[in-house]
């Protein structure tokens, strides 16, 4: 006969999610109800919970459950973000629940919507908000997504763009010309070949299906031209039919990954680039920065850090698995050669949350982002943070 656990639940992953023990089908028999809350005196949960009666376990630990503070927490499915998500790591004072979503769907929801409790962000639409005073989330110098953007330029091979420069004059798609990654590729060819965003012209739409919008409002600088895609257009169909002569994005177009002809980089070893770059800057670009809901955070002040403390503890697990090559943890070869190669080009703590930590990064792009007409005012790193995460203590 089956377990009083087995009633009242939709399913036997509604069963397992909840943590009971149960018999049957559920391939994975969690923990006894004893292992994972104390017992000191009986209380049972009525029907209206589920059909079963949940016995033996003390009302103080019950309140302590009930207690936590229940979190919606959208985020990608990273290496760095796997001990947090899988409950090896706890965030204290909370019961999250992770959503690991595309970065373009968490984004949209969260601005236009306000979706989740906790999740990440783009920093260039996060910038945006702040530097206009209309941000709803509160940001934690937690930086889940990290990238250099030499990659991010894709040209037409067949128009004599052999260098930065030979892209002034020419049609340049975006699929958000405020995109972080686009704030960072421009700050490139501005920065290091002397091409002003000025000097292209810039079409914007849907990189792999139509349609597509900036997620925040922009003001450019009158001297910028931006104009919509064709209806019923992509980016990544009009690159490789010729009808523009670059592109860039976070994400490679599909005619790039099909081998499209006359279709490459810019920079033919975009890595071999990156490295130059960073030895001449110091910066490691970041994309996405963390965000707790504002309303969160003025119920709950000791979020942010206590946010920051799970987050940076489980990227250090994730690190210090990469590092056991033993057996790798990842399916990449070389993996020993290329983690040596990132610390002795990046340092040893090659991925760093904190401001201090990241102040040159974050300088650079906020000078850029108001540069390019982005943000309405200078912004300082301090402005993006929260007050309780720019100190820590010590013993």
């Known amino acids: 006969m089956a377990d009083a656990f087995d009633a009242g639940w939709s399913s036997p992953v509604a069963r397992q999610a909840h943590n009971l023990k149960v ?17 000191r005196e009986p209380f049972s949960i009525p029907g209206p919970i589920c059909d079963a009666q949940v016995s033996l376990i003390s009302s103080a630990s019950l309140y302590r459950l009930m207690a936590r503070l229940p979190l ?5 499915d990273y290496d760095r973000v796997r001990a947090l998500a899988d409950g090896t790591v706890r965030l204290d004072g909370c019961d ?18 306000e979706a989740f409790d906790v999740c990440e962000l783009s920093l260039s639409t996060f910038a945006i908000r702040t530097a206009l005073g209309t941000n709803p989330y509160v940001g934690v110098p937690v930086f889940p997504s990290r990238a250099f953007r030499h990659n991010a330029i ?19 798609g975006v699929p958000e010309y405020q995109l972080t990654a686009n704030v960072w ?16 012209a810039w079409v914007r739409g849907g990189q792999e299906q139509p349609g597509r919008v900036e997620k925040a409002a922009i003001a450019v600088p009158q001297d910028v031209r931006i104009e919509p895609a064709p209806e019923g257009a992509t980016l990544s169909g009009m690159l490789a039919a010729g009808e ?35 030895r001449r800057t110091g910066v490691f670009p970041i994309m996405h920065v963390l965000g707790i809901r504002r309303a969160l955070v003025e119920a709950h002040p000791w979020l ?18 990469l590092a056991d090559v033993s057996a790798a943890k990842v399916t990449l070869p070389f993996l020993e050669d290329n983690l040596r190669a990132a610390r002795e080009l990046l340092g040893h703590d090659y991925w760093p949350y904190g401001v201090e930590n990241n102040r040159v990064t974050l300088d650079s792009f906020l000078e850029h982002h108001h540069s390019q007409g982005l943000s309405g005012r200078r912004l300082q790193p301090e402005d993006l943070f929260h007050a309780s995460v720019m100190e820590s203590f010590k013993i």
Request: proline content about 11%; hydrophobic content about 45%; aromatic content about 10%.
């Open 23 to 39: 018999t049957g089908s559920n391939p994975v028999p969690a923990p006894k109800v004893s292992e994972w809350l104390p017992s």
């Open 72 to 76: 919606s927490v959208a985020i990608g």
């Open 96 to 113: 999250p629940i992770f959503m690991h979503l595309e970065p373009e769907e968490i984004f949209f929801r969260a601005f236009r919507q």
């Open 154 to 172: 894709y040209v037409r091979t067949d128009r004599g763009i052999d260098r930065p420069q030979d892209l002034r004059g020419r049609r340049v």
């Open 185 to 200: 590729a421009r700050s490139i060819l501005q920065g290091d070949h002397g091409v002003k965003p000025s000097e292209l």
């Open 244 to 278: 523009i002569d670059a592109l860039i994005a976070p994400r490679a177009p599909s005619c790039f990954d099909r081998r499209a002809p006359n279709v490459g980089w810019l920079f033919p070893d975009p890595a071999a680039a990156a490295a130059d770059w960073f």
């Open 304 to 321: 942010p850090v206590a946010c920051q403390k799970a987050f940076e503890a489980a990227k250090a697990i994730a690190v210090e698995r």
